[in-house]
């Protein structure tokens, strides 16, 4: 079967950096997104990797490895506005995207 | 630019009735998706559109029907709702197929089935 893992929540300090990891077995792989969802709203895109390595966008990088199903959301110079959920999904072989339950982050001051 | 509207915002219905969720996007997007969010879960593919006149099942279409007359709507309808189908109704676009092209969601329909 399909399976993305992530862990369910993780804290952090204002200021500090974090990294969120997802881990996936899937039916093929077209590549990688990560989402942010704020409580209560809809899921925004943050990133796409389909390549091994880092991508960097600002405060926030993610990186791929294809060969350990291996993936990591690193945020920089938390802000209390990042706190919400990170999803982690992978496209499929059906050009389809499979989703992890999501990582809530929580920020404290 | 209103990107993806959804109706209603939320609906407490009845089990066993008929409930069609609405959603309306203006970015002229090929690919349309409906998806189901419940706690603890990931987000679940219950029906989607690659262009309009075609739909396809996801993961989950049991007790779902979607149709797509033009490249705007994507209607979602349950026939005779059940409990189980009380969860957070998302509604997605994106620009063709090619693999690298994001998803854009809408804001959610919150349904509840009593």
């Known amino acids: 079967g399909q399976n993305i893992d992530q862990p369910t929540e993780m804290t952090a300090t204002e200021g500090a950096i974090v990294q969120i990891n997802c881990t996936y077995q899937?039916?093929?792989?077209?590549?990688l997104f990560w989402y942010q969802q704020h409580a209560g709203e809809a899921p925004t895109f943050l990133s796409y990797?389909?390549l091994d390595g880092l991508e960097e966008k600002g405060r926030f990088s993610s990186f791929l490895s294809r060969s350990k199903g291996y993936s990591y959301l690193l945020l920089k110079e938390l802000q209390m506005k990042d706190s919400a959920s990170y999803l982690c999904?992978?496209?499929?072989?059906?050009?389809?995207?499979?989703w992890g339950a999501g990582t809530k982050l929580i920020i404290k001051p | 630019i209103a990107g993806i509207t959804q109706a209603p915002t939320s609906q407490i219905l009845a089990a066993g009735r008929r409930m069609t969720l609405r959603c309306t996007q203006d970015m002229r997007h090929n690919a349309m998706y409906w998806y189901r969010q419940d706690l603890g879960l990931g987000l679940r593919l219950i029906h989607y559109?690659?262009?309009?006149?075609?739909?396809g099942k996801g993961e989950v279409p049991d007790g779902y029907s979607v149709s797509r007359a033009n490249t705007d709507d994507f209607p979602l309808t349950l026939a005779s709702a059940v409990p189980s189908q009380t969860s957070v109704y998302f509604c997605?676009?994106?620009?063709?197929?090619?693999?690298?092209?994001?998803?854009?969601f809408g804001p959610g329909t919150r349904l509840t089935v009593l």
């Open positions: 899937t039916s093929g792989f077209n590549g």
């Open positions: 999904a992978v496209k499929d072989s059906n050009y389809q995207l499979i």
């Open positions: 997605a676009s994106s620009d063709g197929l090619a693999v690298a092209n994001e998803q854009f």
């Open positions: 990797n389909v």
């Open positions: 559109s690659n262009t309009a006149g075609t739909t």
